[in-house]
T-cell receptor
């Protein structure tokens, strides 16, 4: 089984709808991240969480919110989706031990907002 | 400021050719980590390698090799005898250890390996 899972894998929705993307991990990592990837661009950080009670905004948090329900679960919400939020969304995890602080990514969720 | 530049947007090679993907980074820190990730057409991001700033030894893993040169702030990735399965987008990233290990990604290089 995959260490980092994301649901759904693909989603098509309409402008103005509320959408939640979910991420679960079995790696036992304390840190979790949400990124978005637009065609031809690298990854941009939306939100990150160091533990259940520590959530921080990234570079492009406007229009998004998150919830860290448990150490293993980190969800991303689009309160009112708009077309320019069409993108590939990745969840990632890492261990706060600096020597092994590699980020491991989920398979991605392809979101289309019509 | 931290920055990663992958100047090659897209590269096309024929199978069995060697290919080098360039990565140039900017940082004022003395301690940092560099990474390469592979994104195949299926879309997932696969971790390939991590290198810390104090280890400039080149690394080889099968057909993959990495050349880290602090003098030129580069961390280049070479694929020897490329195969069609190597076709993917490759991302270089820098982590800022003084800022929660925040990752800075390059814009990626798309590698097309033709049979």
């Amino acid at each position: 089984d995959a260490d980092v899972t994301q649901t759904p894998r693909n989603r098509i929705t309409k402008t103005g709808k509320r959408i939640m993307l979910e991420c679960s991990q079995t790696k036992g990592h304390d840190r979790m991240y949400w990124y978005r990837q637009d065609p031809g661009l690298g990854l941009q950080l939306i939100y990150y969480s160091f533990d259940v009670k520590d959530i921080n905004k990234g570079e492009i948090s406007d229009g998004y919110s998150v919830s860290r329900q448990a150490q293993a679960k980190f969800s991303l919400s689009l309160e009112s989706a708009i077309p320019n939020q069409t993108a590939l969304y990745f969840c990632a995890t890492s261990d706060s031990d600096r020597e092994t602080d590699t980020q491991y990514f989920g398979p991605g969720t392809r979101l289309t907002v019509l | 400021a931290q920055k990663v530049t992958q100047a090659q947007t897209e590269i096309s090679v024929v199978e069995k050719e060697d290919v080098t993907l360039d990565c140039v980074y900017e940082t004022r820190d003395t301690t940092y980590y560099l990474f390469w990730y592979k994104q195949p057409p299926s879309g997932e991001l696969v971790f390939l390698i991590r290198r810390n700033s104090f280890d400039e030894q080149n690394e080889i893993s099968g057909r993959y090799s990495w050349n880290f040169q602090k003098s030129t702030s580069s961390f280049n990735f070479t694929i020897t005898a490329s195969q069609v399965v190597d076709s993917a987008v490759y991302f270089c990233a820098l982590s800022d250890v003084y800022n929660f290990n925040k990752f800075y990604f390059g814009s990626g290089t798309k590698l097309n390996v033709k049979p």
